[in-house]
């Protein structure tokens, strides 16, 4: 076989990752051609937002779709990854703003077109750079279909639910409360609002009674300059403290105009004073109130952050210096009662940093009403699955009590609103084109709404608009509904609700029937990565040190769907570790196979009691990894696998197989070398989707005449190899070599020096068992002879004693070590067996343990301490008899 002796030396993978992902784009494994003969499985990559590169968060969930996509791929699924970008629009914005204010360049002096062309110079570059990361990180994507959210295909697709909606009667323009970022000067989806923790004050202020100015209410307040624009002092209904107030008016401070005292049940009677002021135009909560009693709606603040308020002092200044200057007027005026000092959250941009400012503003909004109902249905139903199933609670919660959707935003860059207005006759038309006249008056005065989309509006069609919808294409009519949604629990709302909802209304179909959710990627302190903790990791630096697969591997062992996962430095070494373990065994395996012993014995199955254990191993763990990965507990299967490669094939079956190896029978070995090559091969082919590098190369080493791994076929489960036995005597076996070259380290006997060993079996089962063992503890337990005793009063004074599952082992003291070594062992082994029955006895002897415990649980403890009893009588008796 000397092809596959050309495998490097040392584990690199700088050595053949970017070699290896070229080939697979080059072969076009990741570009599926459309065939309706296999069952379709389509993932589409949520679109990382082009301001930057990407972070653990994207390996973990790249990591996830891909482990889904190669195996899919591999079970022989007609399979489509299709990756893309989103534009994000504010986010976009700020970033290229601040780049151009470096070069002494302003976005409103440049124009619209100029700063346009700046942004889209900005986005080739980003998603040049997102490109290069996906690959770098092994994700097997169709980079032929990739897409972004301001392709001219998807602007169409935008312009076209757009314009269904508004025909419907679900999209309409209004004055509502909105978010607002009076830095950037737009509107803000929820999403976009970040809450941190400030130090503030609580002002207490005096609200006069208009019919006695000895009389007034207290109210509470964090923003004192929106006193500017109060309409009402509000009061539970059921508080008896203000019934005889209700109906009247109070003077509003600093104003002095009149206000009604109401009664809402949106006041707290337990909260601060029980009364609170009404603002509709600056507070959510407050606009609820004042469409109920319609109030008049006071705006009192710029959309630049400044105070609006004609004919007064405060009008033109800074929200921040206006509240200064308010809170001073306030005290002098003696309508101040006291402050308090405190810490609460405030909303702010996520982007820029800014406060966000609650406001009323003219707005575009999508009704939700009636497309929330069908999008709650077909979760209730289990059309689509949350994984976990507790998610689905957070979903529910949110599309119950959805608002209808502010879509508009006051920027350049994203998909621009299409609405056109006449300018001679007021005319407003929505059209998917742009219409050369106004269909009113025949004028072609025309001109576009200024604002665009919001960003979720674009992604929220990504499932079915990147497969070419409005128009028919043949991907759409294959590659849809998707099949998973992989994603992290922060966009549940955001992303994943409007998919569903707007998958449903465009589709007539779910676009999708899993949703896998998963946590975040934490530092190791457990805290949230940020730029501001300065504990955030790039990914590309950590597979530049230890190469992609172990970044991989490490993101995905210990991992359980929706649970955070913490990052350590030293468990990325551990994964690396074992991708080397994996290289060394797989490097010792392609030297010594022998490709004509193995042709000439391949239908040979003489196999011995070490080739039938490990075949039925491999065959379970294929079931196991398989079982796992359709229920998404890739976690699970990752160890699962990995215990497997390391603990059973390179620990056990190759030290097993070793001397067969190098011994003359060609028989013998002709089995051994076909045993191996089918169990390393069925091992890199488990892995595979979550090492796929280091798999790759390797098995194109041992498989020269397959192609790629990528393409093989996944190991299915085969009840002809399934053999309970063989894997119960086995692990009589493997537990007894065990014991034994752990005595033999603790009295530091070397491999080289041979002592014969004596077996007094205990389990009948297992008498068979070691009779066919006698060959392994001949090799690799450094056994000069095996022997099996009838009865213990064959056994002389002076030997070591090893208790084991199923028997009893003895070997000569002498042949090992001194006697005196031998006696410190065994008194640690008694203290260490008394200090477990201790702890048997202390567990049992508590009632409430014995009375709650499951009877198994409990039962499992008795027979604990009756085992290590039986084991500390055994050493006792020996340290007995080497004391004589």
């Known amino acids: 076989m000397e092809e596959s002796k050309n495998i490097a030396k040392t584990y690199d993978p700088q050595e053949f990752e970017d070699r290896i992902y070229k080939n697979w784009e080059e072969k076009g494994y990741f570009t599926p051609e459309i065939d309706k003969s296999k069952k379709s499985y389509t993932i589409v990559l949520p679109p990382p937002n082009i301001t930057g590169k990407l972070h653990l968060g994207h390996a973990l969930d790249d990591t996830i779709q891909d482990i889904l996509i190669r195996t899919k791929r591999m079970q022989g699924y007609n399979v489509l990854w299709l990756p893309g970008e989103d534009h994000a629009s504010i986010a976009t914005e700020v970033k290229v703003e601040k780049e151009l204010l470096k070069k002494g360049l302003k976005k409103k002096e440049m124009g619209r077109e100029a700063f346009l062309k700046e942004v889209w110079k900005w986005s080739d570059e980003y998603r040049e750079r997102i490109r290069q990361q996906v690959k770098k990180l092994g994700a097997s994507v169709d980079f032929t279909r990739e897409r972004f959210t301001m392709d001219e295909k998807l602007n169409k697709a935008v312009k076209t639910v757009f314009v269904k909606l508004y025909d419907d009667g679900l999209i309409y323009q209004g004055n509502r409360i909105i978010n607002w970022c009076p830095k950037c000067q737009t509107a803000l989806s929820d999403a976009e609002i970040e809450y941190k923790e400030e130090k503030g004050h609580l002002w207490h202020i005096k609200y006069p009674l208009a019919q006695s100015k000895n ?26 403290r203000y019934k005889h107030l209700v109906g009247k008016t109070l003077i509003l401070p600093l104003v002095n105009r009149e206000i009604p005292v109401i009664e809402d049940d949106y006041v707290d009677l337990e909260f601060g004073t029980g009364a609170v002021k009404i603002t509709p135009a600056h507070d959510p909560n407050d606009y609820g109130v004042g469409k109920r009693h319609d109030l008049e709606e006071i705006i009192i603040m710029n959309p630049n952050g400044t105070i609006k308020f004609p004919g007064t002092k405060y009008d033109g200044l800074d929200r ?40 009323i503003s003219k707005q575009w909004f999508v009704k939700m009403e009636s497309l929330a109902k069908p999008a709650v249905d077909v979760v209730k139903n289990k059309r689509v699955k949350f994984v976990p199933e507790r998610f689905d609670k957070t979903y529910f919660n949110w599309m119950e009590n959805i608002k209808d959707w502010c879509i508009s935003r006051q920027l350049w860059w994203g998909h621009r609103i299409p609405v056109w207005y006449c300018k001679d006759c007021g005319e407003t038309i929505v059209s998917v084109d742009t219409p050369h006249e106004c269909t009113k008056c025949k004028s072609t005065n025309l001109e576009q709404d200024k604002d665009v989309l919001d960003t979720w509006f674009s992604s929220a069609l990504w499932p079915f608009s990147t497969l070419g919808w409005p128009d028919k294409t043949p991907d759409l009519e294959h590659f849809y509904p998707n099949s998973t949604l992989v994603t992290g629990y922060d966009i549940i709302f955001f992303w994943v609700a409007r ?18 959710v998963h946590g975040i990627v934490r530092d190791s302190q457990g805290r949230k990565m940020s730029k501001s903790l300065g504990n955030g990791v790039d990914p590309i630096d950590v597979i530049k040190e230890y190469g992609a697969d172990a970044l991989r591997f490490t993101l995905i062992s210990g991992n359980a769907p929706g649970n955070d996962i913490r990052y350590y430095p030293e468990r990325v070494e551990a994964s690396r570790n074992f991708a080397n373990k994996i290289w060394n065994a797989s490097r010792f395996v392609l030297m010594n196979l022998d490709q004509n012993i193995m042709n000439k014995y391949k239908d040979c199955k003489n196999y011995t009691e070490a080739d039938r254990w490990i075949l039925s191993r491999m065959n379970k763990v294929v079931k196991e990894v398989t079982d796992n990965i359709e229920k998404f507990e890739l976690g699970i299967a990752a160890q699962k696998i990995y215990d497997f490669i390391w603990g059973e094939l390179c620990d056990w079956y190759i030290e097993l197989v070793k001397p067969v190896m190098y011994g003359d029978n060609e028989e013998v070995k002709g089995v051994a070398f076909n045993i191996l090559n089918e169990v390393l091969t069925t091992s890199l082919q488990l892995l595979h989707p979550i090492m796929p590098f280091i798999t790759e190369e390797i098995y194109t080493h041992l498989n020269t005449n397959c192609e790629s791994i990528t393409i093989s076929k996944w190991p299915e489960f085969k009840k002809e190899l399934d053999d309970p036995k063989a894997e119960s005597d086995m692990e009589y076996i493997v537990e007894a070599i065990k014991s034994v070259r752990n005595v033999r380290t603790e009295m530091n006997v070397p491999p080289s020096r041979k002592a014969k060993i004596m077996i007094y079996v205990t389990e009948e089962n297992a008498k068979q068992a070691f009779k066919n063992g006698i060959p392994y503890f001949e090799k690799i337990a450094s056994a000069s002879k095996v022997e099996f005793l009838e009865s213990k009063k064959d056994i002389s004074k002076n030997v070591v004693s090893v208790v084991t599952r199923g028997a009893e082992i003895f070997m000569p003291l002498f042949e090992l070590i001194d006697l005196e070594k031998e006696l410190e062992r065994l008194n640690k082994e008694k203290e260490r067996l008394q200090k477990e029955i201790e702890r048997v006895e202390k567990k049992l002897s508590n009632e409430k343990f014995v009375s709650k ?5 409990v039962d499992e403890e008795r027979n604990k301490g009756k085992k290590y009893g039986e084991m500390l009588d055994e050493v006792i008796e020996r340290l007995n008899s080497l004391n004589k």
Request: hydrophobic share 40%.
């Open 499 to 516: 998919m569903i909802f707007s998958g449903l209304y465009c589709m007539d179909d779910i676009p999708f029937d899993h949703v896998l």
């Open 215 to 240: 009389e007034y209410i207290e109210i509470a307040t964090t923003r004192p300059e929106t006193i500017l624009g109060d309409t009402a002092v509000a009061v539970n209904p059921k508080d008896e």
């Open 853 to 857: 415990a499951p009877q198994k649980v």
């Open 320 to 359: 921040y210096e206006a509240r200064k200057v308010i809170v001073k007027d306030l005290e002098e005026q003696g309508f101040m009662v006291s402050v308090e000092e405190l810490n609460h959250n405030v909303g702010c941009h996520d982007r820029c940093g800014s406060v966000v400012e609650p406001m």
